[in-house]
């Protein structure tokens, strides 16, 4: 089963920055947060990851509380292309035989 | 090389009938995997392959699903007497092996259709 909470839906104006939640009160010390996208009709995309520290590459920033029970995702000038659903997964950062489990994730809207 | 490769996109067929689907993974990785993906839903792990061993099967994978990566290179994933609750996104992913703590590159996947 999914180890995180995240919303259902969001809205983003255009050009504005994108905040998406997640909560992952039960992440164990071993294990990192990390965010896939899929737009519509198209396969998963890795977008970033991290363990305790804020990440940043040219996709988006990975902001982790110091609990690190929950995190968010920034897409800092969303466009009408970042319209897509957004999992984040909580996994050891290491491929230990642990495959990604993808939840429901949020949908997010990118509007005019 | 510049991503995972699915073939084909879209497929339909008839109940009963077998498929196979084909996915050709980024050539220097040695993890393939596949998943499976239903309307609204997020994708769920089937399967997956260290070079030519399958390593792991999901309880979804029933005995009618067959996965194969004979030469380490693609893989092909088989479903014989198709039944409606096939229908769905059949995804495939790969990978470098453990040494690394990137995410999967996945691929655009193929759509089935058992009408």
């Known amino acids: 089963d999914a180890k995180t909470t995240q919303p259902t839906s969001m809205d983003c104006a255009e050009g504005r920055a994108a905040n998406l939640p997640c909560n992952h009160s039960t992440i164990s010390g071993n294990e990192y947060v990390y965010w896939y996208r899929q737009i519509h009709s198209q396969g998963p995309q890795y977008i970033i990851h991290g363990l305790k520290n804020n990440e940043t590459n040219e996709m988006a920033s990975l902001i982790i509380t110091e609990d690190r029970k929950s995190s968010t995702l920034i897409l800092p000038h969303a466009t009408l292309r970042d319209t897509a659903v957004y999992y984040c997964?909580?996994?050891?950062?290491?491929?230990?035989?642990?495959?990604?489990?993808f939840g429901p994730g949020t949908r997010l809207s990118v509007l005019p | 090389d510049t991503g995972v490769s699915q073939d084909p996109r879209h497929k339909i067929t008839k109940r009963g009938q077998n498929v196979t689907f084909r996915c050709d993974p980024i050539?220097?990785?040695?993890?393939l995997y596949w998943y499976r993906q239903t309307l609204g839903q997020g994708p769920e792990f089937l399967t997956y392959?260290?070079?030519?061993?399958?390593?792991?099967k999901s309880r979804l994978l029933s005995d009618r699903f067959s996965a194969e990566r004979p030469k380490g290179s693609f893989s092909t994933l088989e479903i014989q007497r198709t039944e409606q609750g096939d229908s769905a996104m059949y995804l495939c992913?790969?990978?470098?092996?453990?040494?690394?703590?990137?995410?999967?590159?996945f691929g655009s996947g193929t759509r089935l259709t058992v009408v």
């Open positions: 050539s220097e990785h040695n993890r």
């Open positions: 997964i909580v996994r050891v950062a290491y491929n230990y035989g642990q495959n990604f489990v």
């Open positions: 992913a790969s990978s470098l092996d453990y040494r690394t703590a990137d995410g999967y590159t």
């Open positions: 392959f260290q070079n030519e061993a399958q390593l792991e």
